[in-house]
Structure formats: structure tokens, C-alpha cells
């Protein structure tokens, strides 16, 4: 499957960049071995994954056939930059699984996303309020994040690009 935390991940042709996003943060924590239930079947052609979906852990199972372009041969979804690590395309697939299908996972807020990842809680923090701007200068949100760093927090940012899709944003 590959190293999960050295893995530079690609947003797909028709991926969702928040679920990757969330999915990088995850990457770096130990949590994300948590996702993965049964890969010893994978040359059976078949990988388990965990994900906690509204309140409870569900497994879902996925077969390693990946879209693909048959033209370029290159993964219609997301992946790692290496070539030979698949494990980000199949947790991607096995989290479009439980959602429905890739479509439905498109705008899941990143949020929800980490929830469904980790299992743990999410909160988000919008630095262009004046309460924010307070606690930029006095601080406070520097002190705030160096606390849930050593508390081993996951940590991450996300910047809204308005009028601009994930491919052309800049």
C-alpha cells in the first residue's frame, strides 16, 4: 500500500480537494492506521477500511480495481505521487463507498471529513473575524495551537479561494 506519512498526495481529475485535504492531515497522526482493518487480502483483490459515520465505526470493504483514464492510464481519482502507493486511492474509494459514491463525497466539509476519519471531534476557527484578530494579536491563538500540538492534536488550515475551482485557485 505504501508509507502513509511520507506520501505527497494528488488531487484526482474528478476528486474533492477537502476530503484529500483532510486525509493529508490524517496521514501525519498515528490515527490514520486506525482506517485500515484487513490489507493482507489485497492480492486477493480486496482491502477493509474503517471510517466513524454518524456516531459509530463502519467497515467497508472495497475491491483494488481503480478508475482509471484508459488514454493517459492515469488514476481518474486521487493518489500518491509515487506511482506504486495505491493507499490513498483505495481509502478514498472505500470513503465514497460509504457516502454513496465519488459524487456524494464532493463538498463534504473537511470537518466532517476529519470526524468521519479519526473518529475524534473537529472544530474550525475563522481568522478574518475581529474575535480572531484579537487573539492573533494578543497571542492567544498562537498559545491555543501550540497547546493542541502537545496535546498531539491534528492540526491543519484550509484557505477559501471564492469564484476559483480547485484547479485553477492560486
Known sequence: LGNKGDC??????????LFIGALSMVSTHPVVENLFIDVENM???????????????RYVIVDTLL??????????????FETNEFWVSLVEKAYAK???????IQGISICET????T????DKINLE???????????AIFNNMSSYLNQNFILGSVK???????????
Open 8 to 17: 505527497d498526495m494528488k488531487v484526482g481529475h474528478s476528486s474533492d480537494g
Open 43 to 57: 492480492e486477493k483483490g480486496y482491502v477493509s477500511f474503517q471510517f466513524h459515520k454518524n456516531g459509530e465505526w
Open 67 to 80: 478508475p482509471y483514464y484508459p488514454e493517459t492510464k492515469t488514476l481518474l481519482f486521487s493518489a500518491c
Open 98 to 104: 460509504l457516502n454513496g459514491c465519488y459524487e456524494y
Open 114 to 117: 476529519l470526524v468521519d476519519l
Open 119 to 122: 473518529g475524534g471531534v473537529a
Open 129 to 139: 473575524t475581529p474575535e480572531s484578530k484579537n487573539n492573533i494579536e494578543s497571542g
Open 160 to 170: 477559501r479561494v471564492y469564484g476559483k475551482t480547485i484547479r485553477n485557485a492560486e
